[in-house]
């Protein structure tokens, strides 16, 4: 139980383009997710926390016009980077909770190279 | 300060060395303690939580001292398989439970 997935496992797209990854809670209803980001040799950070039919809320430094997030059911949230730059380039992890101040259930992560 | 201090690594041991990593975390409001395990381009993986009176999984042992902040994890026996990074998390409460991650240590075992 408890599964999380994410898609694309890795992209590689172009300086200036948008990139969607989708992030899927495939046999629980998940009301709360949470969008991490790590880049090499450094910690995952928290980007932002979502809760179904809400507005995701940023933590500080994170640029929501940049990182747009969607959690629009209780099985998926969407990261779309808008007008991605090389400097986007990371590794994007979300996790998936039944509540707040639930376990949050990690996904694979997608690898995210911009050129 | 970083939140979540640990030493990088990378530590070198053969096979059936026994090796322990420490993690220090800052914020004393800090909640629930635990180790995860990382591969490479993996997402973490949770390994064991970790309570003040000490806690033991198999070949693992994570101890937490709340009074210094300090939390430890030893492994027994290492195998190959024990290789990957292991990351100290703390959680805090700020309206939701936020996962606090230190950089990891980075632990190689060799035949």
């Known amino acids: 139980g408890a599964v999380v997935s994410q898609h694309p496992s890795w992209v590689i797209c172009k300086s200036g383009t948008s990139v969607k990854i989708e992030c899927r809670s495939l046999d629980f209803q998940a009301t709360t997710m949470f969008w991490y980001r790590q880049f090499p040799k450094q910690s995952l950070m928290l980007m932002a926390t979502s809760n179904e039919g809400s507005k995701a809320t940023y933590e500080q430094g994170v640029e929501k016009d940049k990182f747009l997030i969607n959690h629009a059911s209780l099985t998926l949230s969407t990261l779309t980077v808008t007008s991605a730059h090389p400097e986007d380039s990371s590794f994007y992890i979300c996790?998936?909770?039944?509540?707040?101040?639930?376990?949050?259930?990690f996904g694979p992560g997608t690898r995210l190279l911009v050129l | 300060r970083k939140e979540v201090e640990q030493d990088p690594g990378p530590f070198n041991v053969p096979e059936g060395a026994t090796v322990a990593f420490n993690c220090t975390y800052s914020n004393s409001a800090s909640q629930s303690f635990f180790w995860y395990r990382q591969d490479c381009r993996k997402e973490p993986k949770l390994l064991m939580s970790v309570y003040s009176s000490g806690n033991e999984d198999g070949r693992f042992t994570a101890q937490l001292n709340r009074a210094s902040q300090y939390i430890s994890l030893l492994i027994r026996d290492s195998k190959l398989s024990d290789s990957a990074t292991y990351l100290c998390v703390v959680t805090l409460n700020t309206g939701f439970q936020k996962l606090v991650f230190g950089t990891g240590t980075r632990l190689l075992v060799s035949p």
């Open positions: 996790t998936a909770s039944q509540g707040l101040m639930e376990t949050q259930y």
